[in-house]
């Protein structure tokens, strides 16, 4: 134990982990001795002989258990990012007694007392706003984790929650199986048929890391969709399409199918045993929608209009065929090789010709020129901090402040593709920013799965791409700007259908005309992007929306809908639930989900999620109107905009309820009209 680098003192700069000599053997002791030491500090917080009060109590629980916090954080971040058979052996190990510690920390009787006897009296406590609100956000966590629950109940409860966090481990470590282990090897010149130089570049490089000569296809996303939009090959992009869509459904021992079922039954259950009918019911309960009927209200408004929008596109689609002489339906593999023809003929726009102006490393300075011009913030390179992977950069986060220059935090950033990390993009956090026993810097992740450059041709995006790369980053920015007091209230810790509006209103800039012109610049030539490209890129964005957004809705109806069924037991064939139910709505045969049930890891990874995908169309209605707010000042760095931004959005976390920040920084509630209106849905009002 005493060799453990995990339990010794963390002495690179800013309290790093050292990840330099961990091993994953380390991670169960020391696991175990955190959750240990996290119990002895709560036992001395409920044992105390001192009357409840703020201070002694709510702070303090804040603030126990920050070993486990760390050692946690790192072991996630890894088992993500750069796992191994080794880690995800520790990680299955491991997933039910962290979860049955949650449950004893929560269900703790006497703990719970206290706190209990402190909500009852906290209107007459005198505590500040966000004492206030940290007291009722821990109170709820304790009720929602089972803590009034009678004590043969508690023992069930406890029981469901780890087999769902054995469940939903099983599910990840399956669709990342399936993803690592297909891979589609490309044959010479036919088989490259139609593929631009930057697909073939990344093709060759994922030869390349897989020891392999010549040029293979892989389930990343950044290489799976360049294919099914350029490849010639009508047979090749179906076998694509199948594997991508196949992932958690092979026969054997990664099939997810059985696995999301018993995910589904115990999820029943636990809403049962809080005396809710279903799962839905229960996740709403804690969130700003609040009810099905909040989320189903707001995906019926989009949806009808959807279907209008991704009709008009079909028969464009259609017709680009037939103009073509390709024969037949339009069948899912088909759909965005056919899109990105009409979108060039139609738009003069070409990915292949757009690409080499978003050269990754211009984005990434584009979105700390971004963060610098609107918050005053400087990202100063730190190649001498320790990471986990070659790949990821570090960077110490500095802002001007009192004439000085004050260290803010961490940014990690690993930007791509590789075998044993996880497919998607995301943010995490290595340790919150709070003040709760001295001021503590937030480090912050961002990952995200972009096909590495080659020999030829550094990495380049697509403006997908790009708009992902500013997505995590305002996600990254939520916890690095976070002003609290208290670690439950810190950066993203916020309500789920908030979380998303941090990020997605950061992806706002990345369109602006100044930040194109400014760092979109070719990667051979350094001429910025012309005028009429961006003119064209814009005319064209519209274009491809109602595919966007029926597949986002879609999987969305289907997430509420499996999550709404109140019986125990889910239905016996899910993927037959999933088309039935996709029929019933009205999806188009050509469209195809490329979220399903069997590999939705937003849904069956974990638990915060599920009933909740609808979050980003929740939080598009608040970014799409809060964005307006620079547009009405006339400038998307309006420094009186972006100082309420900062303050009422990225700097307050959980501390103030979600609705009543959002009002502080526009002035006024939300409203849905400027959602559809980005999304070209005005003009798609169904017949
Ligand atoms: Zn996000």
Redesign the pocket.
Known sequence: MSDNPLLLPWDAPYGLPPFGRLRPEHFEPALRDAMRRHREELAAIAGQAAAPDFDNTVAAFDGAGRLLARVAAVFYNLTSSATSPELQAVQRAMAGPMAAHDSAVYMDASLFARLDALHERRAALGLAPEQRRLLERIHLDFVRAGARLEPARQTRYAQVMEELAQLTTRFAQNVLHDESSWQLALQGEPDLAGLPGFVRAAARQAAADRGLDGHVITLSRSLVVPFLSFSERRDLRERAWRAWIGRGENPGEHDNREVARAILRLRNEQARLHGHACFADHALVDTMAGTRDAVQGLLGEVWPRALVAVERERQALQEAMAAEGAAGEIEPWDWRYWAEKVRRDRYAIDDAEVKPYFRLENMVAAAFDCAERLFGLRFVPRDDLPVYHPDVRAYEVRERRDGGDAVIGVFLQDNFARAGKRSG???SSLRWQSRNGGAQLPVILNNNNFAKGGADEPALLSLDDARTLF??F??GLHGLLSDVTYDRLSGTRVLRDF??LP??IFEHWITEPEVLQRHARHWRSGEPIPPVLVQRLHAARRFGQGYETVRYTASALVDMAVHSLQTPEPPADLCAFEAELLREKGLPHGVGLNHRLVHFQHLFAGSSYAAGYYV?LWAEVLDADGYDAFVEAGSPFAPEVARRLRRHIYASGNSVEPGAAFAAFRGRPPTVRPLLEKRGLLESEPA
Do not use: D, I, K, L
């Open positions: 993009a995301w943010m997505h995590e305002g996600h979380v998303e990020s997605q980003y």
